[in-house]
């Protein structure tokens, strides 16, 4: 996938773990992800930079999709496989969408989900699933526009929450 862009060509590919340049790009973006305020705003641990790579692969479950203006790393989408009980067939967690604040707004993050999702179904895959914060209203209105809606079953039982139980 390509598309001219004001400072370049996109290009967005799935990620080789084994590539020494992809690595440092996946690194390089989730960091930067992580150093931004809606991914916390501090950066990677010393130890994530360092595992990072090397433990995605050695999860078959996982897979990542990279965005390259040019030679330069824009945008990163990590995906983890689980398992969807009730339709007994795999579902995949788009865990992390990043794009660097220079190209928001210019459809890399549409075109990276795109190629997650493409992978996916590729994996047998019933669904997608991610989380989003709420105020990152641009993220959730493109989200909601490439077809992603609130989890629910039963409309009386409501909406599914995101919730998180630190182990350490």
């Known amino acids: 996938m390509s598309e001219a862009l004001g400072l370049g060509t996109l290009r967005v590919v799935q990620a080789d773990y084994a590539n020494p340049a992809?690595?440092?790009?996946?690194?390089?973006?989730?960091?930067?992800?992580?150093?931004?305020?809606?991914?916390?705003?501090?950066?990677?641990?010393?130890?994530?930079?360092?595992?990072?790579?090397?433990?995605?692969?050695?999860?078959?479950?996982?897979?990542?999709?990279?965005?390259?203006?040019?030679?330069?790393?824009?945008?990163?989408?990590?995906?983890?496989?689980?398992?969807?009980?009730?339709?007994?067939?795999?579902?995949?967690?788009?865990?992390?969408?990043?794009?660097?604040?220079?190209?928001?707004?210019?459809?890399?993050?549409?075109?990276?989900l795109a190629l997650a999702e493409q992978l996916a179904r590729e994996r047998g895959a019933v669904k997608l699933t991610l989380e989003v914060l709420s105020g990152n209203a641009p993220a959730c209105q493109l989200y909601q526009r490439l077809g992603f809606a609130g989890y629910q079953l039963d409309p009386a039982m409501g909406t599914a929450q995101f919730m998180q139980k630190w182990l350490d």
């Open 22 to 112: 992809h690595a440092r790009a996946l690194v390089a973006m989730l960091d930067a992800y992580a150093r931004d305020p809606a991914g916390g705003g501090d950066g990677l641990s010393d130890f994530a930079k360092a595992h990072l790579v090397s433990s995605l692969a050695a999860r078959p479950q996982a897979y990542s999709v990279l965005a390259f203006d040019g030679e330069n790393p824009v945008g990163l989408v990590n995906c983890i496989e689980g398992f969807s009980t009730f339709a007994c067939r795999p579902l995949v967690n788009v865990h992390d969408v990043a794009v660097l604040a220079s190209h928001r707004g210019c459809g890399v993050a549409a075109q990276m």
